[in-house]
């Protein structure tokens, strides 16, 4: 058995020389420099994560330092002993977010399915026009739907309730963008065929389109997961009781209550990095479907 490793071994340095020797030279300091230029993107994580484990003489040194010399997690003890104080329980916020991220995601991503199946492989009057309208919602901010989404919200009776947190974020024209992108690329001979063995429209959808774009549905996962976890409108327009807020508003005014003054300059550091880690963690797990949807967005 150790043979076999041994060997293995040899063959996998054997491969990466033979790819390093087939590049030029203008390849090799292209490589070189891309790596420069990833290790520099690396330092804003690393300074979240280094700020995080800082104890109070290193938050303040000046000039200040990124790497973290003298690591403790007492930051993270004052942000939960802060937090033990609370009149709702922090498990209720941390509840609250899961429910919340958890059904936007794959409401989105149903939305978003069902809104670019029929754009991309149904012919009927108005659908460029109908696409068109779609990709002019992207021009809008925030603040200009803000108003009436609140007064639709308080009208049909969503306020302080899980669907106040769900129903107005499962709009996202960019997840409508990228998924008919991406189903534009499946063959319409598979549909065809589909339907001539007796397959449903519905049947077509999940069992022939849904597994040949999964890279672009994992895409549009990650971008309302991110987009979801650090989100603080729902809790702020639509929330009114306490126990029906998330996390990251739960977060958020506890280090800007603590973050005016000195010594709350750690729980500030330590929240941080607190709703910084979901979505790095994802984004590790689901890079390969990201770069996938990115490689094959523009092929048809």
């Not at 054997?14 to 420099?33: E, G």
């Not at 670019?116 to 108005?126: D, I, Q, T, V």
């Not at 499946?186 to 549909?191: A, S």
Request: aromatic share 12%; net charge positive.
């Amino acid at each position: 058995m150790a043979e076999i490793q041994v060997a293995v071994k040899r063959m996998l340095r054997i491969k990466r020389r033979s790819r390093l020797h087939r590049m030029d030279r203008f390849q090799k300091i292209l490589v070189f420099l891309l790596t420069l230029l990833s290790l520099f993107m690396l330092l804003p994580i690393v300074n979240v994560i280094s700020r995080s484990l800082m104890p109070f003489t290193e938050l303040f040194i000046y000039p200040p330092r990124i790497f973290v010399r003298q690591p403790t997690f007492q930051n993270f003890v004052d942000t939960f002993n802060v937090a033990s104080t609370s009149v709702v329980p922090i498990t209720r916020f941390l509840f609250n977010s899961i429910v919340t991220t958890a059904g936007v995601v794959f409401g989105v991503i149903a939305v978003s399915l069902l809104c670019a199946y029929p754009l991309s492989k149904h012919l009927f009057p108005g659908r460029k026009l109908f696409f068109s309208t779609i990709l002019l919602t992207l021009m809008f901010i925030p603040e200009i739907v803000q108003i009436p989404r609140y007064l639709v919200a308080s009208e049909i009776g969503i306020m302080n309730t899980y669907l106040g947190h769900i129903l107005p974020l499962l709009a996202m024209p960019v997840g409508v963008f990228l998924l008919k992108q991406f189903i534009d690329q499946v063959p319409r001979e598979l549909i065809e065929a589909s339907k001539i063995d007796g397959g449903s429209e519905w049947f077509t959808l999940t069992r022939i389109i849904t597994p040949m774009v999964m890279p672009a549905i994992a895409t549009v996962g990650i971008l309302i997961f991110q987009q979801t976890w650090v989100s603080t409108e729902t809790s702020v327009y639509f929330m009114q009781q306490d126990a029906m807020k998330t996390f990251p508003f739960y977060l958020n005014t506890l280090s800007q209550g603590l973050g005016n003054n000195v010594a709350g300059q750690g729980v500030a550091a330590a929240s941080t990095l607190i709703m910084f880690m979901p979505n790095f963690i994802i984004f590790l797990f689901f890079q390969r479907k990201v770069i996938a949807t990115m490689a094959h967005s523009g092929i048809k």
